[in-house]
């Protein structure tokens, strides 16, 4: 048997496993272990797997990852997402749809103090439906709102997704981080006109709330400040050269905790749980990245991945019919895998097909980022949707679901946008690298 | 088997724990250096220690994520099941992962051991590196029993229904 061909038989069998509920890190790591002894030796495969591990957990650069996460789970136990809500609030409120609008607004700027965005769901579905709800607002509106609002989180640096992207395809994680930050933006604005339209559309789903004036207006955007004093402390460091990624994180998880504990806002509770949650959401990632190098190691004995970039790059299609392509498998593959598990799984294959098609790797970072936004509000699997349903009981999930899909709408057409003008992605970055 | 899952139950709190300690050591120790990198005056061995630190932090998590069903798997073919077709089935996934994770207990304790004779010490202040390593293998090894208490109480289930 030739090795691609034990490569697809891999393959075939991993996703087969995969359906028995069995952790997909886990999965990753049996089947990758499996071929690549199959194709090497059984010794090759036993050293692979245990030093594999152990480099993924030793990497400086993964130390990113907990950091980020620590940081966002303290942002959320200290109450931040609710001064953010009340300033978007003091200012959108009083148009029809303006307080989903004012939680996409207050998603966005939760971004930039958490990297994930089931995260950034939850601190909304706590924060921002209930307010919601007060006002009249219809269940589908509000909670497609939040659970998609929530996805801005993790496209507004700091970002997970972007982390682990930018470590298995080797590209600067401050580039990434730059270059998400208008695409968040954009992205935010086209939620808000869908929010629009569906709220002129069925103006009972989102009343209009009451009108602040100026001056509380005002008064309101003293509460951005420590937020942005953090962000700017994270991002400016990062950019200027103080401090690495995984610094980056330490000072803005250390800025968070200092800014709630003066607030007082943080309890000694809130603090264990975020340490526990931290460490919980770390190490689920942590495994799949080692899953994925170790399955990685596999496919690339088995040179599918090379084999495939070679055989794209050979059937003369235009290349945003390739970019289409893939966002769609993405979009298909995203209903079924949890998004992060999915990226992880396919970079190694789609990474070299892209960048051989003389693609900007940045882009394709924030790319994968856009669709693995629409991953976690599509069925069957959205975990924003199921985290909104976990924290609102009383919203049946069809209908979270359904509160989706003009999100889902605005995230393809944005998709698109960025897919035929890259620019719009790296101008930024490239302007400040 | 209530006594066993009780040991077991607090092996993994005392474990998320030090792997908690690790994490928030890691913030501070990051944070310092920064702050005296500023003045001058890096602290030398922060790389290293928080290097460890975070092998530490993830490996002691490894046993309370797999308790609290923090891992990511599709579920959707198996919710469609009896409650004991479901059982059956992670009772077969999890001696699967039990063996697995019991194959990398062991060899990450060979690599510990390779390390170890050789000498492998950090870059920086030369701490040396196998100690954690059969750290990470022991936490495997936990990984293992408590994926083994899933089992019996899987199996127990498909029995019962």
């Known amino acids: ?433 | 088997m209530e006594a066993f899952e009780k040991a077991l139950d607090s092996v993994i709190k005392l474990l998320r724990l030090v792997g908690a300690s690790a994490l928030v050591l890691m913030m501070l120790i990051t944070c310092a250096d920064v702050l005296f990198r500023g003045f001058d005056h890096p602290i030398i061995w922060a790389v290293d220690t928080v290097g460890f630190m975070a092998v530490l932090a993830l490996a002691c998590a490894m046993p309370y994520t797999q308790t609290e069903g923090g891992h990511v798997g599709v579920d959707l073919l198996v919710l469609k099941m009896s409650p004991r077709g479901q059982a059956i089935i992670d009772a077969i996934t999890g001696t699967v992962s039990m063996v697995l994770f019991g194959v990398v207990s062991w060899q990450m304790w060979r690599y510990a051991r390779e390390l170890a004779s050789k000498g492998e010490v950090s870059m920086t202040v030369q701490i040396p590196k196998a100690p954690f390593i059969y750290a990470v293998s022991v936490c495997f090894g936990i990984l293992c029993i408590a994926i083994l208490a899933g089992v019996i109480r899987n199996v127990g289930k498909a029995v019962e229904e």
């Open chain 1, 1 to 433: 048997m030739s090795p691609t061909y034990i490569g697809i038989l891999g393959i075939i069998l991993l996703v087969a496993v995969f359906f028995t509920r069995m952790p997909v890190a886990y999965v990753m790591t049996l089947v990758g272990f499996l071929g690549f002894s199959y194709i090497i030796s059984l010794k090759a495969g036993l050293n692979l797997m245990a030093r594999d591990i152990y480099d993924v957990y030793s990497s400086y650069g993964l130390t990113v990852i907990p950091m980020f996460v620590l940081m966002g789970q303290l942002a959320f136990n200290a109450g931040i997402g609710r001064k953010l809500y009340d300033c978007a609030y003091a200012f959108l409120g009083n148009i029809r749809g303006g307080l989903a609008m004012a939680t996409v607004a207050a998603c966005c700027a939760f971004g930039t103090v958490s990297g994930s965005s089931p995260g950034t769901a939850a601190t909304f579905a706590v924060v921002g439906l209930p307010e919601m709800k007060r006002y009249g607002y219809g269940n589908k509106l509000a909670s497609g709102a939040v659970a998609s609002g929530g996805g801005i989180g993790m496209l507004m640096p700091p970002s997970v997704v972007m982390i682990v992207y930018g470590i298995l395809t080797e590209q600067s994680i401050g580039k990434l981080f730059v270059a998400g930050i208008l695409p968040a933006i954009y992205i935010s604005v086209l939620f808000m006109v869908a929010i629009a339209v569906y709220a002129w559309y069925s103006p009972n789903e989102g009343p209009a709330g009451e009108k602040a004036t100026w001056r509380a207006r005002f008064r309101s955007l003293t509460k951005l400040a420590d937020t942005l004093v953090i962000f700017g402390i994270v991002m400016g460091g990062l950019f200027i050269g103080w401090f690495t990624p995984g610094e980056a994180g330490a000072v803005g998880a250390f800025g968070v905790l200092m800014t709630a504990l003066a607030a007082r806002t943080l309890t000694w509770q809130g603090f264990v749980k975020s340490c526990y949650e931290t460490l919980r959401t770390s190490c689920m990632i942590l495994l799949l990245v080692a899953g994925a190098v170790i399955f990685g190691h596999f496919l690339a004995v088995t040179r599918i991945p090379f084999e495939l970039a070679n055989w794209v790059a050979g059937l003369n299609l235009p290349h945003w019919a390739i970019i289409c392509m893939i966002i769609f498998v993405y979009l298909v593959g995203g209903c079924f895998i949890d998004a992060l598990a999915l990226i992880m799984l396919t970079i190694p294959v789609f990474y070299p097909v892209v960048s051989n098609l003389g693609y900007d790797p940045i882009w394709f970072g924030v790319i994968i980022v856009l669709v693995t936004q629409m991953g976690v509000i599509t069925p069957p699997v959205g975990i924003n949707v199921y985290v909104v349903s976990g924290i609102d009981k009383s919203i049946p999930l069809e209908d979270i679901f359904i509160g989706c899909l003009p999100f889902l709408f605005a995230l393809i057409l944005g998709t698109l946008l960025l897919v035929f003008f890259p620019e719009t992605v790296t101008w930024l970055p490239n302007k400040m690298y």
